[in-house]
C-alpha cells in the first residue's frame, strides 16, 4: 500500500489499527470479536480504492431497502464490484 513512505490508499490507519488490534490479541474468538470492525473497515477502504465507482454504486443503490427496481440496482451493481474485485486479483 505503501509507495515512497506515502500511503497511496487513504487506508494506512486502519491497518495500523488492526495490526495493532491482532498484537494485542491472541488468536481465536475474542481476537475475530474485537478486531472485526477494523477487518471490515480496512477491507471496505480497500475495495474503494480499487474499485471506487463500483464501490459507490453498491453503497448507493444497497443503502436500504426499496422497490423491485432499486433491488434489481442492487443486485447488478453487487456483481459489477464482484467483478471489478476478481479482475484485480492474481491469476
Do not use: W, Y
Not at 42 to 56: H, N, R, T, W, Y
Not at 71 to 78: D, E, F, K, N
Amino acid at each position: 500500500m505503501e509507495e515512497g513512505g506515502r500511503d497511496r490508499t487513504g487506508c494506512e490507519n486502519l491497518q495500523r489499527a488492526l495490526s495493532e488490534c491482532h498484537q494485542r490479541f491472541g488468536p481465536g474468538a475474542t481476537r475475530d470479536a474485537a478486531c472485526r470492525h477494523l477487518n471490515r473497515a480496512l477491507a471496505e477502504c480497500l475495495v474503494s480504492f480499487v474499485c471506487p465507482d463500483e464501490s459507490e454504486a453498491v453503497r448507493t443503490l444497497c443503502g436500504s431497502g426499496g422497490t423491485r427496481l432499486k433491488r434489481s440496482q442492487c443486485q447488478q451493481a453487487q456483481l459489477s464490484l464482484s467483478v471489478c474485485i476478481s479482475s484485480h486479483q492474481p491469476d
